[in-house]
C-alpha cells in the first residue's frame, strides 16, 4: 500500500486518465476527493463497493471561488490534503487560422488556470504540512507541438510543463514535490474522434507499436506522487511507447 492513509484531490477523474489514477491511487490505499464538474454516483457507489473511501465536490475548476470552496470542504471533512493530481483537460483541434479568442481562453482557462487554482488553494495546506506532492498532466505536444491539436491545447500543456518546473523550485524548501507525466495516444474519449486512417499512422509512429492504456499513466503517476520518488521533483515523465525520446 503505497499511498496508505494519503489524501488525493483529482480534477476530472470521471473518465480516462483520470479514472484510471484515481481507482490505481485508490487500491494503494489513498482516499480519492474528486473535483468534479457533474455528480459521478455511479463511480462513488463502485469505489465504496470496493471498500475504497472517495467523495466528489461538484466544482467548477475554472472559478478560483469554486475551487477554494471544494478545498475548504475536504479539509472540514478529511482534514488534511497530501497530493493534487491536475488531470482535468478539454482537447482542441480548432487551427490558428480558425482560433476565435473565446476558445483560445476557454482551454487556458481548463487546461492552465484551472491547475494554478488548485495547486493555489491547496498549497497553505501542504506547507502548513511540510509535505506534499503535485502531479500535473501534460502532453507529448507540449515538447513538440502538433498538426491536430490547437496551439492553444499544446501551449497550455507547455505552460503546464514549466510550472511544473517553476513549482518545483519554489515549492522544495517546504519538502513539496512537483512533477508531470506526459501522454501520447492513450486510448481514451480524446483520441476516439480519430479516423482510422489516423489511427494506424499514430501507431506507426509509435516503436512499442500501439496506442497505451490510460492504466499505463497511472502506474507512472503512482510512482511520481510514492516515496519512491521522494527526490525526484520538476521532472516530466514520457508515456509514449517512444514516439518522443528526449
Ligand atoms: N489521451 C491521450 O492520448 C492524452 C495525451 C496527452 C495528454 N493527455 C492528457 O491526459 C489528461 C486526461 O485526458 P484523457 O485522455 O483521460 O481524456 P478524457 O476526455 O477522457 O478526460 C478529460 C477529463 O477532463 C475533464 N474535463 C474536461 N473539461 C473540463 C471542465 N471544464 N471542467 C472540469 N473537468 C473537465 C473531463 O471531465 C475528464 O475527466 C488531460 O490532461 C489530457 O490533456 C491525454
Given at each position: 500500500?503505497?499511498?496508505?492513509?494519503?489524501?488525493?484531490?483529482?480534477?476530472?477523474?470521471?473518465?480516462?486518465?483520470?479514472?484510471?489514477?484515481?481507482?490505481?491511487?485508490?487500491?494503494?490505499?489513498?482516499?480519492?476527493?474528486?473535483?468534479?464538474?457533474?455528480?459521478?454516483?455511479?463511480?462513488?457507489?463502485d469505489m465504496h463497493s470496493r471498500g475504497f473511501d472517495a467523495i466528489a465536490i461538484q466544482t467548477r475548476i475554472?472559478?478560483?471561488?469554486?475551487?477554494?470552496?471544494?478545498?475548504?470542504?475536504?479539509?472540514?471533512?478529511?482534514?488534511?490534503?497530501?497530493?493534487?493530481?491536475?488531470?482535468?483537460?478539454?482537447?482542441?483541434?480548432?487551427?490558428?487560422?480558425?482560433?476565435?479568442?473565446?476558445?483560445?481562453?476557454?482551454?487556458?482557462?481548463?487546461?492552465?488556470?484551472?491547475?494554478?487554482?488548485?495547486?493555489?488553494?491547496?498549497?497553505?495546506?501542504?506547507v502548513k504540512n511540510k509535505n506534499g506532492v503535485i502531479l500535473n498532466i501534460s502532453s507529448v505536444t507540449a515538447?513538440?507541438?502538433?498538426?491536430?491539436?490547437?496551439?492553444?491545447?499544446?501551449?497550455?500543456?507547455?505552460?503546464?510543463?514549466?510550472?511544473?518546473?517553476?513549482?518545483?523550485?519554489?515549492?522544495?524548501?517546504?519538502?513539496?514535490?512537483?512533477?508531470?507525466?506526459?501522454?501520447?495516444?492513450?486510448?481514451?474519449?480524446?483520441?476516439?474522434?480519430?479516423?482510422?486512417?489516423?489511427?494506424?499512422?499514430?501507431?506507426?509512429?509509435?516503436?512499442?507499436?500501439?496506442?497505451?492504456?490510460?492504466?499505463?499513466?497511472a502506474s507512472s503517476a503512482l510512482f511520481l506522487v510514492s516515496d519512491e520518488a521522494s527526490f525526484i521533483t520538476?521532472?516530466?515523465?514520457?508515456?509514449?511507447?517512444?514516439?518522443?525520446?528526449?
Open positions: 500500500m503505497r499511498l496508505k492513509g494519503k489524501t488525493v484531490v483529482i480534477t476530472g477523474g470521471n473518465k480516462g486518465i483520470g479514472k484510471a489514477i484515481a481507482y490505481r491511487f485508490a487500491s494503494e490505499g489513498a482516499r480519492i476527493a474528486f473535483l468534479a464538474r457533474r455528480p459521478i454516483v455511479e463511480i462513488l457507489a475554472t472559478s478560483y471561488v469554486s475551487v477554494e470552496k471544494a478545498i475548504k470542504s475536504i479539509i472540514e471533512q478529511w482534514g488534511t490534503i497530501d497530493i493534487l493530481v491536475n488531470n482535468a483537460a478539454s482537447f482542441s483541434r480548432e487551427p490558428m487560422l480558425e482560433m476565435t479568442l473565446e476558445a483560445w481562453h476557454q482551454v487556458l482557462d481548463i487546461n492552465l488556470n484551472a491547475a494554478f487554482y488548485c495547486s493555489k488553494a491547496i498549497l497553505p495546506y501542504l515538447k513538440c507541438g502538433d498538426n491536430e491539436a490547437a496551439p492553444i491545447y499544446t501551449t497550455s500543456k507547455g505552460a503546464l510543463t514549466t510550472l511544473t518546473k517553476s513549482l518545483a523550485r519554489q515549492l522544495a524548501p517546504y519538502n513539496i514535490r512537483v512533477n508531470a507525466v506526459a501522454p501520447h495516444a492513450i486510448v481514451t474519449q480524446m483520441g476516439s474522434e480519430w479516423t482510422e486512417d489516423k489511427r494506424k499512422q499514430v501507431v506507426s509512429s509509435i516503436p512499442l507499436g500501439r496506442m497505451g492504456e490510460p492504466e499505463e499513466v520538476g521532472e516530466t515523465i514520457n508515456v509514449n511507447g517512444g514516439y518522443l525520446m528526449d
